[in-house]
């Protein structure tokens, strides 16, 4: 079973609203996530980095007072899109990194999340 | 600051031939390059992982090469099937911290 769990898998919203998409580690503890988007037909991109108990930093570009990240524990972190618009649209996947315990089988897949389609209408 | 390109973009090739997928990277200071997997609207599925210290790593019908003098990676999938068909990423690592840069990516189509 998958080790890292991410929802909503997808989810429409209305133009102004929130969503808040949560990344949380099965069977493991980890210091770092990784969030990253993907806009249609283009490749991964970094939008910040977080480590637990500390402020996420972001990447040039990324609004950080749009995309609020949340990392209170060692299994769980949040990505709020606040004020959604259309161009918001994407698919937002997380990974976690810093395995501080309890090693899940398998390889490096097992960190990334199934990932969140957000269409925002 | 890293770049990864990957070249094709797009390729359509008929079943049971044998494939090169191409990546390259600007900085080659990296500590791991991973190859993935992508469906269309899913996660990634890892393939292959090569550190830094490693020339090739082999997987099934897959092989990946490294040469980091060169600033360049490949992906060799042999016999392919329709199933192999996805969006294959390459991503470098230059932090030591699974910190990935992604590749642009090259969409595989194999035709039965």
């Known amino acids: 079973g998958a080790v890292v769990s991410q929802h909503p898998s997808w989810v429409i919203c209305k133009s102004g609203t929130s969503v808040k998409i949560e990344c949380r580690s099965l069977?493991?503890?980890?210091?770092?996530m990784f969030w990253y988007r993907q806009f249609p037909k283009q490749s991964l991109m970094l939008m910040a980095t977080?480590?637990?108990?500390?402020?996420?930093?972001?990447e040039q570009g990324v609004e950080k007072d749009k995309f609020l990240i949340n990392h209170a524990s060692l299994t769980l972190s949040t990505l709020t899109v606040t004020s959604a618009h259309p161009e918001d649209s994407s698919f937002y996947i997380c990974?976690?990194?810093?395995?501080?315990?309890?090693?899940?089988?398998?390889?490096?897949?097992?960190?990334f999340g199934q990932g969140t389609r957000l269409t925002v209408v | 600051k890293q770049e990864v390109t990957q070249i094709p973009a797009a390729l359509s090739v008929p079943e049971g031939e044998n494939l090169v997928l191409n990546c390259s990277f600007t900085?080659?200071?990296?500590?791991?390059l991973q190859w993935f997997r992508q469906d269309p609207g899913k996660g990634l599925t890892s393939l292959l992982l090569?550190?830094?210290?490693?020339r090739e790593q082999t997987s099934g019908r897959l092989n990946a090469s490294l040469d980091k003098s060169s600033g360049r990676s490949t992906l060799y999938i042999a016999a392919s099937q329709p199933g192999d068909s996805a969006t294959y990423l390459c991503?470098?690592?230059?932090?030591?911290?699974?910190?990935?840069?992604f590749g642009t990516g090259t969409r595989l189509k194999v035709l039965a």
């Open positions: 977080s480590n637990e108990g500390s402020k996420a930093t972001y």
């Open positions: 991503a470098a690592d230059t932090s030591g911290t699974y910190k990935y840069i």
């Open positions: 990974r976690w990194t810093g395995l501080i315990a309890k090693r899940p089988p398998g390889n490096t897949e097992a960190f």
């Open positions: 900085d080659s200071a990296i500590y791991n």
């Open positions: 069977d493991f503890q980890a210091t770092t």
């Open positions: 090569i550190q830094s210290s490693q």
